[in-house]
């Protein structure tokens, strides 16, 4: 398989408090990888790392075989932030303009959105079922539903890579299940490579199919019976890779 | 009509309209953004500009344009630069400007001279100023047009724009750039102190009735031509000050929207009651 990411001892640190170092890993295609670990370990910043929103301290990171700081191709890339559709919720515009916009790069600057564009808009919709609400405001839709609406947005141009930071956090229980299923089918189906962070530990071991975790300044991959120990809260990381003291 | 008439009306009435589609245009981005701050920021420096142009003999409306693209120059260096203290940055641009304006209108050579431009005079513009105010929201009108998309992007998630590809820093250069026009060229005639509330009172009551991003844009806009129309009229025939008619009747649209939206609510509940 491919490799989509490659991280290669990477360090990061906010002045002089150092959040994780020595980090390595590389993600093939149609891997769905977790990132799990506590509050303030830094799962949010690997992700930024990798979207190249800020730089390591040091070491390299790679997207798609390219160095992510001359990385430019982002319509391979997609990312759904953690709580954005909080943010959203008074914000004037349709469930559709809002996925429409993410296919910005289909049509050359200037120009306006087509057909071709407004029915992918209207088919990542009906994939997170959502297609009957796409004239509906944002704001006369529930939590769960405006992240549904995200990540249609986000799945709209067919990615290959898709980060997702908390994609289930303080929404409804219907709204995790239709988010992980669908994932998981898009996952084993079209072989979308999937980088996620959460805190759901549980949903981690049982949809992913590699899971890191970020602890005490380091990042370690579980085996299976460190997964378990894991979800029974007993896990210590037994080897520490450049541990940050 | 009497008010077409006379060629100052039918002047005033063509900066009105001009002024009131593209300012609220250019107003949804700022209020969907949170940088009605900015919009004074700009209106305050323009002040400035305007009493050193008239120190120095220039056009005011010149002055106005200088001075407020000098401010969003420097708006743009500390979000750039100083993301996190953009805001602190942006309230000192804006008491620059004040304390330069205040001292500068004391050399101004009459006061009366520097008050129109505090309230605006829409009714007194001469050939040269309708000529800029033309070509200047022409201009603006045209490139939020081709930028339709960039500036939609941008207002509603910047890093996701960024992701799918949009030039974010020349949307946000552009944008910063239309503003500070609109607002120069608005300072002459809807007044300094006034041209922000243009840019959000018709977004606000357009965000009351619209359903959509696209609907906001066009309801402000209309809610802003309106507003501009029925002020110059009050103007006319009741002897108001032009630019506080114009706010003022933007706001009587907002009010009526607001409270004609309760009632049809409450209207809509009470049928509903009756029904079942």
């Known amino acids: 398989m491919p490799e989509v990411v490659k991280v290669e001892n990477i360090s990061f640190a906010y002045g002089a408090e150092p959040v994780f170092s020595g980090v390595d890993f590389t993600i093939q295609q149609g891997d769905f990888v977790a990132v799990i670990g506590a509050n303030g370990a830094g799962k949010s910043t690997l992700l930024k790392i990798l979207l190249g929103e800020i730089s390591p ?102 990615p290959e890579l898709l ?62 019976q460190q997964l378990k120990e894991e979800l029974a809260h007993r896990h210590k990381h037994p080897a520490r890779k450049g541990r940050v003291d | ?65 200088v001075a407020c693209f000098l401010a969003a120059m420097a708006i743009e260096f500390f979000r750039h630069r100083l993301p996190e203290r953009a805001e602190t940055g942006v309230a000192v641009i804006m008491s620059a400007a004040v304390g330069l304006a205040g001292v500068a209108s004391g050399f101004t050579g ?34 939020f047009i081709l ?18 590809g949009v030039p974010v820093r020349v949307t946000n250069f552009i944008f910063t750039i239309l503003t500070a026009a609109s607002v120069a060229v608005a300072a002459r005639t809807v007044g300094a102190l006034l041209v922000s509330s243009l840019m959000v009172v018709p977004v606000f009551a357009a965000m009351q009735i619209a359903r959509s991003y696209f609907q906001t844009v066009l ?12 002020g110059l009229f009050g103007s006319f025939y009741f002897g108001l000050k032009p630019g506080g008619s114009i706010v003022l009747s933007g706001i009587a649209c907002l009010i009526l929207i607001v409270v004609g939206r309760r009632f049809s609510k409450v209207a809509s509940r009470f049928t509903r009651k009756r029904l079942s």
């Open chain 2, 1 to 65: 009509m009497d008010i077409l008439q006379y060629d100052f009306m039918r002047r005033a009435l063509l900066v009105g309209i001009l002024l009131g589609l593209v300012i609220p245009c250019l107003g949804v981005v700022v209020v969907l953004r949170h940088l009605a701050q900015t919009g004074d920021a700009l209106s305050h420096s323009s002040l400035a500009g305007i009493a050193i142009g008239l120190i120095l003999g220039l056009n005011p409306t010149l002055g106005a344009m």
């Open chain 2, 147 to 164: 930028f339709y998309r960039e500036l939609f992007f941008v207002a509603l998630d910047e890093q996701a724009a960024r992701l799918a």
């Open chain 2, 110 to 143: 009459g006061f009366a001279n520097f008050n129109n431009f505090l309230f605006g005079s829409i009714v007194a513009i001469g050939n040269f100023e309708l000529g800029l105010v033309v070509a200047v929201t022409l201009g603006i009108f045209l490139t």
């Open chain 1, 57 to 158: 301290a040091g070491g390299e990171v790679s997207l798609f075989g390219e160095e992510a700081r001359r990385f430019r191709d982002w319509r391979r890339l997609g990312y759904l932030a953690q709580n954005t559709f909080t943010n959203l919720a008074a914000f004037p515009a349709t469930a559709e303009e809002v996925v429409l916009v993410n296919l910005y790069s289909w049509v050359p600057f200037p120009g306006f959105f087509r057909q071709r564009e407004r029915e992918a808009a209207r088919a990542a919709l009906a994939e997170v079922g959502l297609l009957a609400l796409a004239k509906r405001p944002l704001a006369s839709l529930s939590g769960g539903e405006r992240q549904r609406v995200l990540l249609a947005r986000v799945l709209a141009s067919r």
């Open chain 2, 219 to 230: 309801a402000s806009a209309g809610i802003g031509v309106f507003s501009s129309l029925v």
């Open chain 1, 163 to 224: 980060f997702l930071d908390e994609p289930t956090n303080s929404v409804d229980s219907e709204t995790v299940d239709v988010i992980y299923s669908l994932l998981e089918r898009l996952n084993r189906e079209q072989g979308l490579t999937l980088v996620m962070v959460t805190h759901d530990v549980d949903r981690a071991v049982r949809q992913a199919s590699r899971v890191f975790c970020l602890e005490d300044g380091s990042l370690l991959e579980l085996d299976q």
